[in-house]
């Protein structure tokens, strides 16, 4: 299994990634399930690269048949970042192709980070990481690393979308360390408007 190998030889679980999301095709007239097919396909990722649509049906991962949707689940789990993935698929003509998938971390694991004030991380969110962390918002600064002081003095955590600081609203994590560190010089109050749970919630805070 590839999960308790990764933590025998690393110590940590990198999940693979190639910005797909498949489901189940619509049953037959005797209700049956028919196999599955691509239900989106994530802006700025390997299937996209690879020209992968919509309404595309999986045929076949990496030599093997696809019954199913959990077919595809099946072997997503058993490569790992940096490999890659034999597809066929076929697309609304009939008309059958073979593709190679690059396999990658997941976005927000690859993105670079912007430590704004001691112990808080920021990272750009773009369209692949709000489709992988399933945010209802298209621009902020996602926190990928926040320190148990910040958490109690903020009440901020991890995975948080910031979207708005005073009356600032944020499109980069640049933006957001830019306000808060001329805020944190004249020790004035903060206002920040932030995504959890696909809801918006505001907190008040000095930045030290």
Known sequence: MRIAEQLRTTGEVRR???GLDVGPIESDRT????????????PESPAERARLEEGMELVAV????????????????????GESMDVTVRDSRGRERDITLSVEDLPSLDAARVE?????????LTPAIQAERGLRYGAGALI???????????GL???????????SRIESAEDAAEILEYL????????????RNRALWRTYFRVQ
């Open 16 to 18: 693979p990634w190639v």
């Open 31 to 42: 209700g049956r399930r028919r196999g599955a097919a691509i239900v989106r396909v994530v």
């Open 62 to 81: 990496q030599g093997r048949p696809v019954k199913s949707h959990l077919d595809w689940e099946a072997e997503l789990l058993d490569v790992s970042p």
């Open 116 to 124: 704004v004030i001691e112990g808080l991380e920021l990272i750009t």
């Open 144 to 154: 990928a690393g926040v320190s148990d002081q910040v958490n109690r003095s903020t």
């Open 157 to 167: 955590s991890s995975g948080d979308l910031i979207v708005q600081i005073n009356r």
């Open 184 to 195: 944190a010089s004249r020790r004035a109050d903060v206002m920040l408007i932030y995504e």
